[in-house]
């Protein structure tokens, strides 16, 4: 059945990425679909759950499928979904990512940023002081601090992709935690991050935050290593 619902998944695709199918027009029933495709409801609607996995359709209760419009939302919801099922194997690619990102997020804040913006950062990194020790607060507001830079960074579409990741990162956070030395460096870190932006050095905080992100990359690696 996977093999069966893989083939739809891909035409189905296909058609909404060339336009054939355009946004906001209803996918054909699922009967139409069954027929087309001569394969069981039960293919059909899990096709269907891949493409709402995906962002391109969003489902309507009582009317149907419909070719989703693009947007922010549906670009986070995509990525969201993603994330959560990347096995851990790839996941190191997720954090290259993140790296790429949010360097230039941070760059972008110091310049970007406003006051409003900035005093949420320094609560968040007031919240890390005092989480210190709490493994799941600790790391829920290290991820609430990297989500305030990058709203910090007016970019959009940079905001929507760290917000679909959140929940992994979280994970990852989490996973990633080590002795009383390593809160204090993770602190250290983000107070330079921070500092950086204050001061509207743009290629301070950029480096900042590189340097946070694979001094913690290079963390993860050994606690892999030696688990």
Same mark, same amino acid.
């Given at each position: 059945?996977?093999?069966?619902?893989?083939?739809?998944?891909?035409?189905?695709?296909? %058609?909404? $990425? &060339?336009?054939?199918?355009?946004?906001?027009?209803?996918?054909?029933? *699922?009967?139409?679909?069954? %027929?087309?495709?001569?394969?069981?409801?039960?293919?059909?609607?899990?096709?269907?759950?891949?493409?709402?996995?995906?962002?391109?359709?969003?489902?309507?209760?009582?009317?149907?499928?419909?070719?989703?419009?693009?947007?922010? *939302?549906?670009?986070?919801?995509?990525?969201?979904?993603?994330?959560?099922?990347?096995?851990?194997?790839?996941?190191?690619?997720?954090?290259? $990512?993140?790296?790429?990102?949010?360097? *230039?997020?941070?760059?972008? &804040?110091?310049?970007?940023?406003?006051?409003?913006?900035?005093?949420?950062?320094?609560?968040?990194?007031?919240?890390?002081?005092?989480?210190?020790?709490?493994?799941?607060?600790?790391?829920?507001?290290?991820?609430?601090?990297?989500?305030?830079?990058?709203?910090?960074?007016?970019?959009?579409?940079? &905001?929507?992709?760290?917000?679909?990741?959140?929940?992994?990162?979280?994970?990852?956070?989490?996973?990633?935690?080590?002795?009383?030395?390593?809160?204090?460096?993770?602190?250290?870190?983000?107070?330079?991050?921070?500092? &950086?932006?204050?001061?509207?050095?743009?290629?301070?905080?950029?480096?900042?935050?590189?340097?946070?992100?694979?001094?913690?990359?290079?963390?993860?690696?050994?606690?892999?290593?030696?688990?």
């Amino acid at each position: 059945m996977a093999h069966r619902s893989s083939e739809v998944v891909t035409e189905l695709e296909q %058609e909404i $990425l &060339a336009g054939t199918l355009s946004p906001g027009e209803r996918l054909p029933s *699922e009967e139409k679909l069954c %027929e087309r495709f001569n394969v069981s409801r039960t293919v059909i609607r899990e096709a269907i759950q891949q493409l709402r996995g995906r962002g391109l359709l969003r489902t309507l209760k009582g009317s149907g499928s419909y070719i989703a419009d693009p947007s922010l *939302e549906t670009l986070g919801s995509a990525l969201e979904t993603y994330s959560v099922l990347t096995p851990d194997t790839s996941f190191l690619d997720l954090i290259d $990512l993140r790296i790429l990102i949010e360097s *230039e997020c941070a760059k972008l &804040a110091a310049t970007h940023a406003g006051e409003k913006v900035i005093n949420e950062m320094k609560a968040t990194l007031d919240e890390m002081e005092n989480a210190r020790g709490d493994r799941e607060t600790f790391s829920r507001t290290d991820i609430a601090f990297h989500l305030a830079v990058a709203k910090g960074s007016k970019n959009s579409l940079y &905001a929507t992709i760290l917000a679909g990741l959140e929940r992994r990162c979280i994970d990852y956070a989490n996973v990633n935690r080590g002795s009383e030395d390593w809160y204090s460096g993770v602190i250290d870190r983000h107070r330079a991050i921070l500092s &950086a932006i204050v001061d509207g050095d743009p290629e301070a905080a950029s480096d900042a935050m590189h340097r946070h992100l694979v001094l913690s990359r290079r963390h993860y690696v050994d606690k892999q290593d030696g688990a």
